[in-house]
């Protein structure tokens, strides 16, 4: 069972950044980042592959968000800059629960933290 434990989240001023980190008890390959505003599907934002050292980032935060691994402190980071109002939702750390591919879908992981808050306000 891996566990995942996020930290990191708070209220920001549009424009502000915030960075978000991700204990990990067990290291996967592919490890990603999940958020879910009110009343709104949870989407996938960030993941990294470890065997391929590939990133992936959804269109809407390209540019603007950097994810990044410390694996010897087992420790999973997302870099939040120019924070707009729509980035507002909760934030979970995610890890693979296969061997296999590495992407954005949900169907990569099979384990996720309890999630942290992000606010950003106008």
């Known amino acids: 069972q891996v566990q995942l434990a996020e930290s990191g989240g708070g209220s920001v001023q549009a424009g502000g950044s915030l960075r978000l980190s991700c204990s990990v008890s067990y290291w996967k390959n592919c490890m990603g980042w999940f958020r879910q505003a009110p009343g709104k599907e949870r989407e996938g934002v960030a993941a990294?592959?470890?065997?391929?050292?590939?990133?992936y980032y959804a269109d809407s935060v390209k540019g603007r968000f950097t994810v990044t691994q410390d694996v010897t402190k087992k420790t999973l980071f997302l870099q939040m800059n120019s924070l707009k109002p729509e980035d507002t939702a909760t934030y979970f750390c995610a890890a693979s629960r296969m061997t296999g591919g590495c992407g954005l879908g949900s169907r990569y992981f099979g384990y996720y933290g309890r999630g942290t808050q992000v606010t950003v306000f106008s």
């Open positions: 990294i592959f470890v065997g391929g050292a590939e990133n």
